[in-house]
């Protein structure tokens, strides 16, 4: 280093100046000082020590909390494409029961209220399933963030079992409802269970093709229910359109209980994580969003049939359901990424845009699943197999647009354009289905059916492919 000016080597010597009086020391006081310095670089090591640990610590209870995606390259490229496809093929059958057992009791329901007398309980019998589900799925996915991947798909399948074969042994309306809550809260698992497994096994640029192969399949399964379950009805009985889940569930999940399916990440011993798992589940914001979704599918229910809309019965429902919503509400905001609902995941737009989009979609598709069944078979006197084949043009139109939609847009990328049509032409067919009467042409509701299967199919295959992708 080159001399400074003047002014600089004054202030240089007046700080040394300065030190002088400290740096002047005893032969004694140095060798005091020299002896005390590894104990001060071993008391500034344990510090540091302790600081890292402590990070490291902290790091991990972060990868804990937010559990990583990173793959187990090993074992997801490691399989074979035979093995894939035996893991790709129950599945994916798995997701073609669970759609169709959403619309099979459609042709069912007049024989079903029939037997049970139970006409103004004909809401509960797709409700009670769609609830169920609709409020387990955020719990499901946090299972599967904790618990085996395979085992814990395999106990919502054998759930969703149990709830069809307590439907086809109902003696009363009611125990179909619960059996119907049941079977929805299995299947509330393995639409999680369903993309987590397509991932461990699955590169991520093929992702989305075979997801857009499972949803058209899926809505090829809901499309066909009607016509499926009116068959049954008519030359079975009602109660096969819940037993045929469970011989075709038997090979599927037997086959499922051999196979070998990898883990998304490495996941600890189940003894281990139980009590940390039961505490990152929300279970407290499970129970203030049952009794919410409970009032207010009871106010929708009752309104109108038992009680007046008007009536202080269906007010307070209305009242009481917003008032635990709001509860709800607040107490996932001051759980943060640890909430049922993260608001941290709402705030991303294809997210809460898509889950709004299904929310209204789905709930008027399933008025069309539910009630154009009703209509031919109360309306226009058919029985429940000639009720489901009056629904084939919304079948075939759902079908091809459904699988020729997700082809096109795992192809071109873009799904916006087919979900603002879809959902365009399903409102303008739902606009027409009001004009139903007992004189309406044939014509006339079979164009209604196909402009509203186009709509149906463009729109479920564009919301649901987006998601992965």
């Known amino acids: 280093m080159t001399s400074g000016s003047p002014s600089e080597s004054a202030s240089s010597n007046t700080a040394v100046g300065q030190d002088v009086p400290c740096q002047a020391k005893t032969k004694d006081q140095m060798t005091s000082s020299t002896l005390e310095l590894p104990s001060i670089e071993l008391a500034s090591q344990t510090e540091v020590g302790v600081q890292e640990e402590e990070q490291g610590k902290e790091k991990e209870e972060e990868k804990e909390k937010e559990p990583s995606t990173d793959k187990p390259e090993d074992e997801q490229l490691n399989i074979s494409g035979l093995q894939r496809a035996l893991i790709i093929a129950p599945v994916t059958l798995i997701y073609f029961l669970v759609m169709l057992d959403s619309s099979i009791i459609s042709t069912a329901i007049p024989q079903i209220t029939d037997d049970f007398d139970s006409v103004l309980d004909i809401g509960w019998y797709g409700s009670a399933y ?16 904790f618990f085996p991947t395979k085992w814990s798909f395999l106990v919502f399948f054998a759930i969703f079992e149990m709830g069809s074969a307590l439907c086809g042994a109902a003696q009363s309306s009611p125990m179909l409802i619960v059996g ?86 490495a996941k600890p011993p189940v003894r281990e994580v139980l009590g940390k798992a039961v505490s990152k589940m929300d279970l407290t914001g499970l129970v203030l969003l049952w009794p919410a979704a409970i009032m207010f599918f009871l ?59 299904m929310f209204f979609f789905m709930g008027a598709m399933f008025l069309q699943h539910y009630y154009l069944p009703i209509y031919f078979q109360a309306v226009k006197g058919d029985d429940p197999f000639m009720s489901g084949v009056h629904i084939l043009p919304t079948i075939i139109s759902q079908v091809i647009l459904a699988m020729s939609a997700g082809a096109l847009i795992q192809k071109l990328g873009y799904y916006l354009p087919w979900a603002l049509s879809g959902t365009a032409l399903d409102t303008i067919a739902y606009g027409l289905y009001s004009t139903l009467s007992p004189t309406t042409p044939v014509g006339n509701w079979i164009g209604y059916q196909i402009l509203g299967g186009v709509g149906n199919g463009a729109a479920a295959s564009s919301v649901r492919v987006q998601s992965p992708t």
């Open 130 to 145: 769609q609830l169920a589900s609709s409020a387990f799925v955020p719990l499901a996915g946090k299972i599967y963030t």
């Open 180 to 265: 119907r809550a049941i079977a929805g809260l299995g299947g509330s698992g393995l639409m999680n269970g369903i993309l987590t497994i397509l991932s461990s096994i699955l590169p991520p640029e093929r992702l989305p093709r075979v997801m857009g192969l499972n949803v058209s399949l899926g809505q090829v399964g809901m499309a066909c229910g009607p016509l499926i379950g009116g068959a049954l009805t008519q030359y079975a009985t009602w109660r096969w359109c819940f037993y045929i889940n469970l011989p075709i569930g038997a090979a599927v999940g037997g086959l499922l209980i051999l196979l070998r399916i990898p883990e998304v990440r």
């Open 299 to 357: 106010a929708l229910q009752w309104g109108g049939n038992r009680f007046a809309w008007g009536s202080a019965t269906v007010i307070g429902l209305f009242v009481g359901a917003a008032a635990m919503f709001a509860i709800f509400l607040a107490w996932e905001y001051s759980r943060g990424d640890d909430a049922l609902l993260p608001f941290s995941m709402l705030r991303v737009r294809v997210i809460y845009s898509a889950s709004a989009t």
